[in-house]
């Protein structure tokens, strides 16, 4: 079986050092702690070089910009680093957002190839930042819908209490007494998604009677049980 070669970071420096040399510059490896020196005229590029986009390598970059302004951070081409991913999309933005420049190196066989994906430009907050509008009012009606904190942050692999979820509860809290209308809980304060709430029964916790009027479902007295703290909130409402 033919063994592999590990990768180095020292592979990364001669089809980068080509490149540069094509296009006008001299190049200097290993100068005052910077991987690569690349120089033409008062023009001066620090390059660093790593087997892996690492926080640490973001850390070491963004201190060689108290030298230059233009610093690369260069990694090898990897199957992961596709234009289009999201998460690829994502460490692109932030790398930019740190002022840096990006250079990819591809090995195929004996031939290797540097890439610049992009080059370092000075981050405007303004322009780069401004809040996406949708997603920001997403965020306060969702907590507008909420009468409580009843989540804990950070954790996974448990029921979110959602403003929807409160909702179903408050409706279903409402119901333990009898049969409703949607108008009637709408005069109790159960607000205007009543009545979608009851139609579509995502959870399936109510159960209509007849036309126009709903009772809470064995389904709903049992899972809605599960939240305690809710229901005496509710229930001191009433």
Known sequence: ??????????????????????????????????????????????????RNLSVDLLIQATKRLQISELVYIAVPKKPMHKPRSKRWKDVCQLVKKLELGLILVSFTGNHKKSEIIFHPTPYNPRKNTRPNKRKRQGILNEVDGRSADFNIGGTNRTQIMTAYRENCIQIACYLEQGERSPK???????????????????????????????????????EVSEYPDLLAYYREKL
């Open 1 to 50: 079986m033919k063994k592999t070669t590990k990768l180095k970071e020292a592979d990364l420096y001669e089809p980068i050092q080509t490149h540069f040399i094509q296009e006008g510059y001299e190049v200097y490896g290993e100068v005052k702690d910077c991987d690569m020196a690349v120089v033409k005229g008062d023009e001066l590029i620090i390059i660093e070089l790593k």
């Open 184 to 222: 009637a809980l709408l005069e109790m304060g159960t607000g205007k998604k009543t009545s979608s709430i009851l139609t579509k029964n995502y959870y399936g916790w109510f159960d209509r009677v007849r036309r126009g009027v709903y009772v809470l479902s064995e389904k709903g007295k049992q």
